[in-house]
């Protein structure tokens, strides 16, 4: 099962900053906070990630509470092209194979920006 | 940079045959390939792990028998579904990382078995 709960869906304003929340209370020390989005009938695509520390990219921040129980991922100027699925995803260690982690996708936050 | 690819982008076939489903990391070597499944309005569900030259570790409840996975060089995984059912239309797609580094997803295949 997931290990994030988000909002299932947001609706912001063109040419707003856009604040998708997740929550993650039970994390682990050394498990990561990814972000992708899923852009209608295409691949998920990488945001961003941390561990700790808040991130920014040319794409997005990651603000990741102390107790990183929680993180909120921010589109600065949300365009219409940012229309999206975008998923929360806590980083977990497989089973069964040492030293592998993988994704277990939530049900993610429908993200509408509106003209 | 990282970029995947995905071929076909989309393929129908007849139920009973087989189809198979190439992933490839065009700009970096891939160390580890995933491959995930994904229904209408559903969210991505992970279904085996493949680490270069090694056998897949499929996850629970995936049958290993029917979605063979080959993954035989640091660029190149393979799908093969098996004996396609109508049940197997799906939309399925890869996710290639370089030593459990970020993952890095192809475009997706889109199956439909008549």
């Known amino acids: 099962d997931a290990k994030t709960t988000q909002p299932t869906s947001m609706d912001c304003a063109e040419g707003r900053a856009a604040n998708l929340p997740c929550n993650h209370s039970t994390i682990s020390g050394n498990e990561y906070v990814y972000w992708y989005r899923q852009i209608h009938s295409q691949g998920p695509q990488y945001i961003i990630h941390?561990?700790?520390n808040n991130e920014t990219n040319e794409m997005a921040s990651l603000i990741i509470t102390e107790d990183r129980k929680s993180s909120t991922l921010i589109l600065p100027h949300a365009t219409l092209r940012d229309t999206a699925v975008y998923y929360c995803i806590v980083r977990v260690a497989q089973r069964g194979i040492q030293g592998a982690q993988k994704l277990v996708f939530g049900q993610g936050t429908r993200l509408t920006i509106n003209p | 940079g990282a970029v995947v690819s995905q071929h076909p982008s989309w393929v129908i076939c007849k139920s009973g045959t087989s189809v198979k489903i190439e992933c490839r990391s065009l700009d970096f070597q891939a160390t580890t390939m995933f491959w995930y499944r994904q229904f209408p309005k559903q969210s991505l569900m992970l279904m085996a792990t493949?680490?270069?030259?090694?056998?897949?570790?499929?996850e629970q409840g995936v049958e290993k028998d029917k979605f063979l996975i080959n993954h035989a060089s640091l660029t190149l995984s393979t799908l093969t579904v098996t004996s396609a059912h109508p049940e197997d239309s799906s939309f399925y797609i890869c996710?290639?990382?370089?030593?459990?580094?970020?993952?890095?997803f192809g475009p997706g295949t889109r199956l439909l078995v008549l």
């Open positions: 493949s680490n270069e030259g090694s056998k897949a570790t499929y």
């Open positions: 941390g561990l700790k």
């Open positions: 996710s290639a990382s370089q030593f459990q580094e970020t993952q890095y």
